[in-house]
């Protein structure tokens, strides 16, 4: 089946700094991204919508200045936490999905935990 | 974004009992997912239903879906520790190509 390939797994990072989250759909073409941030034993908040090529969609109260998506090509999509803060630690999930398959065939990677101290 | 109610928000049962998550929202879905997450990883599909009414089986899992594809509940039995974790309910529209989560119900089967 489909594989989404997400990275790193885990990242620990001091306060002020950026970190780059990889997203990458190993055996389809990938239309549109999604990137979700998740806090323990909750579900998952969208952030933001990627489509190939052109600017993300982000979701009321996510900043984009902070943080920085693109999609480049139709297997890889970043995310881009910049100037980090300890609130920013979190867990991080992308997803995604073909036009052909639709949103009924969404494809998760396998998440990134960043903590900022 | 539509509003998915998921209940309860946690269970913790004995091995082998069985027990039922529920997901209701007020608004039509054109399908409706289920998911399963284990902590520090992502969640991986278990069930789409799309048609009105629908029940699926996988294993000792039953998904159904409502009449009026507004709701949609899962049903475990004889519950094992394997089958602690995460438990998400997705809906997608027909006009909105992003899924809108259930808050999750954390299960956990104690041996």
């Known amino acids: 089946g489909a594989v989404v390939s997400q990275h790193p797994s885990w990242v620990i990072c001091k306060s002020g700094t950026s970190v780059k989250i990889e997203c990458r759909s190993l055996d389809f073409q990938a239309t549109t991204m999604f990137w979700y941030r998740q806090f323990p034993k909750q579900s998952l908040m969208l952030m933001a919508t990627?489509?190939?090529?052109?600017?993300?969609?982000?979701e009321q109260g996510v900043e984009k200045d902070k943080f920085l998506i693109n999609h480049a090509s139709l297997t890889l999509s970043t995310l881009t936490v910049t100037s980090a803060h300890p609130e920013d630690s979190s867990f991080y999930i992308c997803s995604a999905t073909s036009i052909r398959t639709g949103v009924e065939k969404l494809f998760f990677g396998s998440g990134t935990q960043l903590s900022v101290l | 974004t539509q509003l998915l109610e998921q209940s309860p928000q946690f269970l913790s049962i004995q091995e082998g009992e069985n027990l039922t998550v529920y997901c209701n929202s007020s608004?039509?879905?054109?399908?409706l997912q289920w998911y399963r997450q284990e902590p520090g990883e992502g969640p991986v599909l278990l069930v789409t239903?799309?048609?009105?009414?629908e029940v699926k089986k996988l294993k000792r899992l039953t998904f159904q879906f409502g009449d009026a594809r507004k709701d949609s509940s899962l049903h475990i039995t004889a519950a094992q520790p394997g089958d602690t974790g995460l438990y998400l309910c997705a809906g997608a529209s027909s006009n909105d190509y992003k899924l809108s989560f259930g808050a999750g119900t954390t299960v956990t089967v104690r041996a």
């Open positions: 239903v799309v048609t009105g009414g």
């Open positions: 990627s489509n190939e090529g052109s600017k993300a969609t982000y």
């Open positions: 608004s039509v879905f054109s399908s």
